[in-house]
């Protein structure tokens, strides 16, 4: 697996970069992020889940989401919504309440 960041939507906060288990994400001359080997991502989502502008999105699997469909995830206050950009340009969006993720 491995992911995308859009340089259009990355402000350059560098908080992706932080939480990357594999040092993978670095810094560009222009202050934008990137992935330096994404062959090496692990697929792990840590940079996925601490980027607050949805600049990156995870490449899923055809088990898990079809060929070339990718996740990024936003934030809206105690909302999470898990965002799926199919191939064939529909968004399928699952959302995600911190505060009842773990009533049950």
């Not at 934008?32 to 699997?61: H, N, Q, R, T």
Request: aromatic fraction near 6%; proline fraction near 2%; charge should be neutral.
């Amino acid at each position: 697996m491995s992911i995308a960041i859009d340089s259009k939507k990355c402000t350059g906060c560098g908080r992706c970069a932080a939480v990357c288990p594999g040092s993978l994400i670095k810094k560009g001359d222009d202050g934008k992020c990137y992935v330096k080997y994404p062959k090496d991502c692990w697929g792990c989502s840590s940079c996925i889940k601490e980027c607050k502008f949805g600049a990156i999105s995870l490449y899923l699997g055809a088990d898990i989401g079809g060929m070339g469909s990718q996740l990024s995830v936003t934030t809206e206050g105690d909302l999470v919504h898990w965002n799926i950009e199919k191939t064939d340009g529909t968004v399928e969006t699952i959302e995600i309440n911190r505060k009842e993720s773990n009533k049950y």
